[in-house]
């Protein structure tokens, strides 16, 4: 197997037990969709979409307390574009911006700096949300603001960690035969940090870049360990991934915040799958750790089978029906990044 | 919402290196990576997250300019 032409057609005519493979990267979801990855796949191989997308699994109170925030006087939300329109329990940042509500949005935490040091008397709440590859980001705006002497800089965080979710997924009985792993989470954390869970449950991982030939050399890679049955990790994107990752950036990370557990939307509590502020600076701290509940939009969505990969988009009932990117029930049809979004771009939102 | 971009840092100045991303050129914060101009990085928020290896930096540039096409 040397050519591209090779490992396509392999993964047209596999004809080996059928495989259940999952990706747990909201951008590796989206790719997989525009390039219609699946309809490459012989029917034997399975692609299901995991937890990948930081702004799905961000609980509702989140959102709720981030308006709460941007209604109150002399402070400002700070987010990126992606959070706009989640949903709290009480509509969302767009819909309350449009009513008054300050809201900022930007490209990169660290504007939140301009922001503050030309508005002295408006508090910034960074909207902190993210997997490992954006967590580093949000230690250097840290960093400026203590640095600048910054009083009115806050950061609201909802920062999840990868692996614990993969090991609460499998331990309820995932039934995966392997995972594409998030090529940028691992540019941060290492693909090393994989090794234990292929182990603990005798299954590959292989590291995913992002374009198309990236995806299906990962994909190859991934159905010969399966079919092997060989529990190892593999980096198909060694142009960025190490086995160790950025180690600087793992250490600001020890630095400045701690594991704690978290509430995933539509998976519930798992235990220290989360990042919090370390006391010593809490004061930088909008009150990110109570923010635990989770309401249901809508009693019939299965956000949580589906983020898990038991079910497909199409078999919600609500999919494609009251459920639609324009007027999502469910955190999997927010953002661009969830599996029910792209499901509905690709096939026109047919039940 | 992990979405990074491969560029080639033009210069570094201080904290921040200058990036160009097939002609445009961006700032971004070098506090997570070492860089030196010339190097491939890979850019995340406005950060450099990653420095990479510039064969495959190429190659990725390649079929980042065909997704965008």
């Known amino acids: ?149 910054f009083t009115n800089i806050r950061l609201l965080t909802a920062l999840k960690t990868m692996p614990q979710a993969i090991r609460n997924l499998m331990q309820e009985g995932g039934e995966i035969d392997g995972f594409l792993a998030p090529g940028h989470v691992c540019a941060v954390i290492g693909s090393d940090a994989f090794l234990p869970l292929a182990k603990e449950f005798q299954i590959p991982f292989a590291v995913s870049g992002f374009g198309d030939r990236e995806l299906l050399l990962a994909i190859y890679g991934l159905v010969r360990m399966a079919k092997e049955r060989e529990a190892a990790v593999k980096n198909f994107y060694p142009s960025v991934v190490t086995p160790q990752g950025n180690l600087i950036a793992k250490k600001k990370l020890e630095t400045y915040f701690m594991p704690c557990d978290a509430v995933w939307r539509g998976m519930g509590n798992i235990p220290l799958s989360g990042l919090l502020l370390k006391d010593a600076y809490k004061r930088y701290d909008a009150g990110s750790a109570s923010l635990i509940e989770d309401k249901k939009l809508n009693h019939g969505c299965r956000c949580d089978k589906i983020l898990t990969g038991k079910l497909m988009p199409q078999e919600c009932p609500l999919f494609g029906r009251s459920c639609t990117p324009g007027s999502p029930q469910g955190a999997c049809m927010v953002s661009y990044e969830g599996s029910c979004y792209q499901n509905y771009l690709s096939d026109g939102g047919n039940a | 919402m992990c979405v990074a971009l491969p560029g080639k840092v033009v210069s570094v100045e201080g904290k921040k290196a200058l990036v160009d991303f097939s002609g445009n050129q961006v700032n971004a914060y070098t506090g997570l990576v070492n860089v030196n101009p010339g190097d491939y990085v890979l850019v995340h928020a406005g950060c450099v997250i990653q420095s990479m290896k510039q064969q495959e930096a190429e190659e990725i540039l390649e079929l980042m300019g065909e997704i965008d096409s």
């Open chain 1, 1 to 149: 197997m040397r050519t591209m032409e090779d490992i396509a057609s392999y993964l047209r005519e596999y004809d080996g037990r059928t495989l259940k493979l999952m990706e747990v990267c909201g951008s590796h979801t989206a790719a997989i969709s525009k390039f219609g990855i699946r309809g490459m796949l012989s029917p034997k191989i399975r692609l299901v979409s995991g937890p990948g997308c930081p702004v799905c699994v961000t609980p509702s109170a989140y959102i709720d307390r981030l308006l709460e925030l941007a209604k109150e006087k002399d402070t400002c939300v700070v987010t990126f574009g992606d959070m706009l329109r989640v949903p709290g329990s009480r509509g969302s940042l767009s819909a309350a911006r449009g009513e008054g509500a300050s809201v900022e949005m930007v490209y990169s935490p660290l504007d939140t700096l301009k922001l503050a040091a030309e508005n002295s008397g408006i508090t910034y709440v960074f909207a902190a949300v993210g997997f490992e590859t954006t967590a580093p980001v949000y230690t250097l705006l840290l960093e400026e603001a203590i640095r600048g002497g």
